[in-house]
């Protein structure tokens, strides 16, 4: 849904009275609703306006569906994450094969530091680059 178009205060809008209030508040009211109003008509990004941090790391997967290695990445702020989630998944060995189902991460947090101790959804024996999503509580 697109929302209304962004009508500004005028002061030849209002009876004359009114007029050196409208003054001083339309300045204020205007800027700051031209802002909302252009976040809200598709101009807010996860990276600028989501508490969260965006990462893009590299997992393979052992015959069984373990990590080959440890994999960890810094997160933009010290906060509690809530949950990580996958954004994308793209196979670096065969671009053919792809997840199994929807790409899930278990991890652990210590300060700055996520570290991924499983991923499940993905072919085993595959290298897959993968962009996370790290999301404050």
């Known amino acids: 849904m697109k929302i209304p178009t962004f009508r500004r205060l005028v002061k030849s809008d209002y009876a004359k009275e009114f007029s050196g209030l409208i003054d ?3 300045f204020t009211i205007n800027n700051g609703v031209e802002v909302l109003y252009q976040a809200l008509n598709k101009s807010l990004s996860l990276k600028d306006n989501i508490a969260c941090t965006v990462k893009d790391v590299q997992v ?21 994450v ?3 989630i996958v954004l994308n998944a793209i196979n670096t060995n065969n671009s053919t094969i792809l997840p199994d189902s929807a790409p899930f991460i278990a991890f652990s947090q210590s300060g700055k ?13 595959q290298k897959f680059n ?3 999503v790290a999301f404050d509580s």
């Open 24 to 26: 001083t508040l339309s």
């Open 60 to 80: 393979e997967l052992k015959s069984d569906g373990t990590l080959r290695a440890d994999v960890s990445f810094s997160l933009d702020t010290s906060n509690r």
């Open 113 to 125: 530091t996520i570290t991924i101790s499983a991923v499940k959804g993905l072919p085993a024996g």
């Open 130 to 132: 993968l962009t996370l």
């Open 82 to 84: 809530l949950g990580v």
